[in-house]
């Protein structure tokens, strides 16, 4: 895509009634940091060019802004910080993108690794059965636990699993049993058709799983002590006969070796939209202009008896560039976005706070960027 050339750069930066940005963002925009959205395409997508970049300049300019934390209740109880929705400003897109590559796939967790099942009566086969164990979200600290040192179940001389189910390292493992049975109700209620109702254990949830601690675990995590991060998930449904017994061997591992070990639900940013207004909008048309965005985008105001549209709050809009389906108010809207803003969107699994997630991904783009560095002195023999 070529330049978008614009006549006039200084009407362009008036930040007024007319152009909404997000809240305490500066009108310090040039025309290379907006993209434009036009009927059917998207032009000045290209990524700026820096004939020599000074690196403290660039990371003074950078500003993280905390929009919302939100609560989320998690066996009925209020839990904080599971839902971040955060602005991070003045950043280029592979800084922004390798921030959210790296909270899915890179930030460790505690996962279940290895089932070992005793008795499994179910309908659900064996192997369906660890790998829906395997997805269940655990609430433990991953800092407190040392990645696996070794195969976590070593084969026998014959290739396979070893008969006898292993200790576990209070340093690697974190273990959870389970055993239920189900069986018919002394005094069911007549006519009743509810499962529930006519037998014990006819759901199994997660609050079956008891934690055991090993070694010094109880000391270290008692006040705190992991457990599945939701007691409600349903596990299996079984009927009178139907037995479940395993013990869970948990595991310290990150996304990008298996999505079962992914901190997040969501991680995902959007740029920040900016939409203005080139004329007074009155009447039926702005009734219409605000039914062509979402919702709080476009407010409606009354003045001296008529209906007037004003932009309220655009970072709200999805950017569905409805309003270009309509002749007479396509070249009324310009619509923009920044391309230096990302709006950053992160829901946890609810094994770590959503901002504590953040931090450890710059932790590990940290890591990652020393790695780098030592290895490029080695290359170059600098010392």
Same mark, same amino acid.
Request: glycine share 4%; charged share 30%.
């Given at each position: 895509m070529g330049r978008r050339k614009k006549s006039s750069t200084t009407h362009d930066m008036e930040v007024d009634q007319s152009e909404a940005t997000s809240s305490g963002a500066e009108a310090l925009y040039t025309d290379d940091d907006t993209l434009y959205l036009e009927e059917e395409t998207v032009t000045n997508t290209y990524d700026r060019e820096y004939e020599s970049l000074d690196i403290d300049a660039y990371t003074e300019k950078i500003k993280v802004e905390i929009i919302n934390e939100i609560d989320e209740h998690v066996n009925n109880k209020p839990v904080k910080g599971l839902n971040l929705e955060f602005d991070l400003i003045h950043v280029d897109a592979p800084i922004a993108n390798a921030l959210r590559r790296i909270l899915i796939a890179e930030v460790p967790t505690m996962a279940i690794e290895k089932v070992y099942l005793y008795q499994n009566t179910t309908c659900l086969q064996d192997e369906v059965l660890c790998h829906r164990l395997g997805l269940l979200p655990i609430y433990a600290d991953p800092n407190k636990f040392k990645f696996p040192s070794k195969p976590f179940v070593p084969a026998n001389e014959e290739g396979v699993d070893p008969d006898e189910e292993p200790a576990g390292n209070p340093e690697e493992n974190l273990i959870f049993k389970v055993q239920v049975k189900c069986t018919k109700k002394k005094n069911p209620p007549e006519n009743s058709t509810d499962p529930t109702a006519l037998y014990e254990n006819a759901v199994v949830y997660t609050d079956a799983f008891e934690w055991i601690p090993l070694g010094d675990q109880?000391?270290? !995590?008692?006040?705190?002590?992991?457990?599945?991060?939701?007691?409600?998930?349903i596990v299996v449904k079984m009927r009178p006969g139907h037995e479940l017994e395993a013990s869970c061997h948990c595991v310290k591992g990150i996304g990008r070796d298996h999505a079962k070990f992914s901190?997040?639900?969501?991680?995902?940013?959007r740029l920040l939209p900016m939409i203005k207004l080139k004329k007074n909008i009155t009447g039926e048309q702005a009734e219409r202009l605000q039914k062509c965005f979402s919702d709080g985008v476009i407010a409606l105001y009354e003045e001296k008896g008529t209906v007037v549209a004003k932009v309220a709050d655009a970072r709200k809009d999805t950017c569905s560039r409805n309003v270009f389906r309509f002749d007479d108010l396509k070249e009324l809207v310009e619509m923009k976005r920044k391309?230096?803003? !990302?709006? !950053?969107?992160?829901?946890?699994?609810?094994?770590?706070?959503?901002?504590?997630?953040? +931090?450890?991904?710059?932790? +590990?783009?940290?890591?990652?960027?020393?790695? =780098?560095?030592?290895? =490029?002195?080695?290359? =170059?023999? +600098?010392?």
């Open positions: 109880i000391n270290e !995590f008692g006040r705190d002590p992991p457990r599945m991060v939701h007691k409600d998930i901190p997040v639900a969501t991680a995902s940013y391309k230096d803003h !990302f709006i !950053f969107s992160v829901e946890s699994t609810g094994a770590m706070k959503s901002h504590e997630l953040v +931090v450890e991904a710059c932790h +590990v783009m940290q890591k990652k960027i020393e790695t =780098l560095k030592e290895a =490029l002195k080695a290359k =170059l023999g +600098v010392h």
